[in-house]
């Protein structure tokens, strides 16, 4: 796999998560310094990965009913070392020619009191069918904005095991007056990888169905605190 080598392109890409790459959070390697930068860059408009909010994005008709309840906020967890910041803001990451099971991803950005958060940068990326990360390019990574009721939806393929990982999505969500949450979302039908898996957590698991034996499509609400 290639996803193993630690590159200083990748390292730079953890340390310089904070301020889109410009390196201003290099030296902390935290991810609460990350945080604290994001906290205080969410009034100027700008997202820790240097994504400008740009409000809510068009509505997609994606026509996702809220939960009822939105409490406790969902779990933070390492972004791991295979970030890059600065990815396109697009919806549809399917490669040409992937051998992928195709998957819809989509959910809703909530504030712990059940209320949308429009225009929240929602930042994904995740390994391919084959357990590799693109750490050169953005293949299977990009970014979009919530549109007014919240939503979101990524058309991308699953995402496989690597290196000892069940399979997993990263994820990083930010709205303009919350905390960034940088998380990890699972899938329901790996009980056994999951379980071996340190990392795993139940409440971080989407909720995925396929009809027909058509695409997979996988919800998960995140419920961001405020900053
Ligand atoms: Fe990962």
Same mark, same amino acid.
């Given at each position: /796999?290639?996803?193993?080598?630690?590159?200083?392109?990748?390292?730079?890409?953890?340390? =310089?998560?904070?301020?889109?790459?410009?390196? &201003?959070? !290099?030296?902390?390697?935290?991810?609460? #310094?990350?945080?604290?930068?994001?906290? &205080?860059?969410?009034?100027?408009?700008?997202?820790? &990965?240097?994504?400008?909010? *740009?409000?809510? #994005?068009?509505?997609? /008709?994606?026509?996702?009913?809220?939960?009822?309840?939105?409490? *406790?906020?969902?779990? !933070?967890q390492t972004a791991g070392?295979?970030?890059?910041?600065?990815?396109?803001? $697009?919806?549809? @990451?399917?490669?040409?020619?992937?051998?992928?099971?195709?998957?819809?991803?989509?959910?809703?950005? @909530?504030?712990?009191?059940?209320?949308?958060? &429009?225009?929240?940068?929602?930042?994904?990326?995740?390994?391919?069918?084959?357990?590799?990360?693109?750490?050169?390019?953005?293949?299977? %990574?990009?970014?979009?904005?919530?549109?007014?009721?919240?939503?979101?939806?990524?058309?991308?393929? $699953? *995402?496989? %095991?690597?290196?000892?990982?069940?399979?997993?999505?990263h994820v990083r969500v930010?709205?303009?007056?919350?905390?960034?949450?940088?998380?990890?979302?699972?899938?329901?039908?790996?009980? #056994?990888?999951?379980?071996?898996?340190?990392?795993?957590?139940?409440?971080?698991? /989407?909720?995925? =169905? $396929?009809?027909?034996?058509?695409?997979?499509?996988?919800?998960?609400?995140?419920? @961001?605190?405020? !900053?």
């Amino acid at each position: /796999m290639d996803g193993q080598g630690v590159t200083r392109r990748k390292v730079l890409a953890v340390l =310089g998560a904070g301020a889109g790459g410009a390196g &201003a959070a !290099a030296g902390t390697g935290s991810l609460g #310094a990350l945080m604290s930068v994001a906290s &205080a860059r969410a009034s100027t408009r700008v997202t820790p &990965a240097g994504y400008t909010f *740009p409000g809510p #994005a068009p509505d997609r /008709m994606l026509g996702l009913s809220p939960p009822v309840a939105c409490t *406790p906020g969902t779990r !933070a967890q390492t972004a791991g070392p295979f970030y890059t910041p600065g990815t396109p803001r $697009r919806w549809n @990451l399917r490669e040409p020619g992937t051998t992928g099971e195709p998957l819809v991803f989509e959910g809703i950005v @909530l504030t712990p009191d059940c209320q949308p958060v &429009a225009g929240a940068v929602v930042d994904v990326w995740h390994c391919d069918e084959r357990g590799r990360y693109d750490n050169e390019g953005f293949r299977y %990574r990009g970014h979009q904005f919530t549109d007014a009721a919240g939503a979101f939806r990524f058309e991308t393929i $699953r *995402p496989t %095991r690597y290196r000892g990982r069940t399979a997993h999505i990263h994820v990083r969500v930010q709205g303009e007056t919350t905390r960034l949450l940088t998380t990890q979302v699972y899938f329901p039908d790996l009980e #056994a990888a999951n379980g071996r898996d340190f990392i795993f957590r139940d409440d971080l698991v /989407m909720r995925l =169905g $396929r009809a027909g034996g058509g695409e997979w499509r996988g919800r998960f609400d995140f419920v @961001l605190a405020p !900053a």
